[in-house]
């Protein structure tokens, strides 16, 4: 089976940095994306990670350690907009793309 | 807009009764998912066609039945409604049959509720 943590929430300051975090247990891994929905929305693509390292794209970055079974999404120069749950999910050798709890971001002013 | 449409956008039902939820993929594209999200809860997988045959089943109950057509348009059924069926179910898109190398597109989610 698969097991996908996040924290549940995280508060940040508007114009701040923040870095939520996703560990996760798998078997066969094919890739880790994170997923942006805010309330009530549908979820959209923030990035795909397959390989090591870190993907830039603009204020918004993702990390990836296989050997640690470890991700990360880095949001830079937050804005109010960026208030959102993001969710961390991992392919499998199944093919199954399986979504961890969320993370509910609150970007205060 | 991802090119994925799901109607009814809201549906308010009763116990025990059945419901048709409907997914059109974007254009192009052959594999349809189905997620079911409860209040404050993740995405949790039900679901995979790909080109009209099952691909991959998630935690699905035996209440509930999905189907792809050759249009590529899919179905999911939820018969039986209980309380606790009461969620926002998406629907996605995409055009690999399974190994992702590439993004799932999600229609806006029916909404429904069981009273």
């Known amino acids: 089976g698969q097991n996908i943590d996040q924290p549940t929430e995280m508060t940040a300051t508007e114009g701040a940095i923040v870095q939520i975090n996703c560990t996760y247990q798998?078997?066969?891994?094919?890739?880790l994306f994170w997923y942006q929905q805010h309330a009530g929305e549908a979820p959209t693509f923030l990035s795909y990670?397959?390989?090591?390292g870190l993907e830039e794209k603009g204020r918004f970055s993702s990390f990836l350690s296989r050997s640690k079974g470890y991700s990360y999404l880095l949001l830079k120069e937050l804005q109010m907009k960026d208030s959102a749950s993001y969710l961390c999910?991992?392919?499998?050798?199944?093919?199954?793309?399986?979504f961890g709890g969320g993370t509910r971001l609150m970007v205060k002013p | 807009d991802s090119g994925v449409t799901q109607t009814p956008k809201h549906l308010i039902t009763a116990t025990g009764q059945r419901v048709t939820l409907r997914c059109s993929p974007r254009?192009?594209?052959?594999?349809v998912y189905w997620y079911q999200q409860s209040l404050d809860q993740g995405l949790q997988f039900l679901i995979q066609?790909?080109?009209?045959?099952?691909?991959a089943k998630g935690n699905i109950l035996e209440r509930f039945s999905a189907q792809q057509f050759p249009d590529l348009h899919s179905e999911l059924n939820l018969s039986s409604l209980e309380l606790g069926d009461s969620a926002l179910y998406f629907c996605?898109?995409?055009?690999?049959?399974?190994?992702?190398?590439?993004?799932?597109?999600f229609g806006e989610g029916s909404r429904l509720t069981v009273l």
């Open positions: 996605a898109s995409s055009d690999g049959q399974g190994v992702y190398t590439g993004e799932l597109f």
């Open positions: 798998t078997s066969g891994f094919n890739g």
């Open positions: 990670n397959v390989l090591d």
């Open positions: 999910a991992v392919t499998n050798a199944g093919n199954m793309l399986t």
């Open positions: 254009s192009g594209d052959l594999s």
């Open positions: 066609y790909y080109n009209g045959e099952e691909r």
